[in-house]
Nanobody
């Protein structure tokens, strides 16, 4: 069993930055970790992923160049640095590892 706990969300003005964390407990992260987000009234969408084997990263076009996903194997945590935030980035952000999901963390970008 794996528990994922996201943190770091909050309210930020347009153009601001936040860093989300996804801390895993129960076992070491040995799979691809994915960030998703879900805005009110919309379906959950892919944001970014980092592969376990080589640490390759992939991003949704909407966040490319503004968000950076990274990981720290020492503390079993995956991060998402978000810059130049826009109101349309407002959503609950979820961390996913295989069949395991975190509870989500709210990010609100104000105009």
């Amino acid at each position: 069993q794996v528990q994922l706990v996201e943190s770091g969300g909050g309210l930020v003005q347009a153009g601001g930055s936040l860093r989300l964390s996804c801390a895993a407990s129960g076992r070491a992260i040995t799979g691809n970790t994915i960030w998703y987000r879900q805005a009110p009234g919309k379906v959950r969408e892919f944001v970014a992923t980092i592969t376990w084997s080589r640490g390759q990263t992939y991003y949704a076009d909407s966040v490319k160049g503004r968000f950076t996903i990274s990981r720290n194997n020492g503390n079993n945590t995956v991060y998402q640095q978000m810059g130049n935030l826009k109101p349309e980035d407002t959503a609950v952000y979820y961390c996913n590892l295989g069949r395991f999901w975190g509870q989500g963390t709210q990010v609100t970008g104000s105009s």
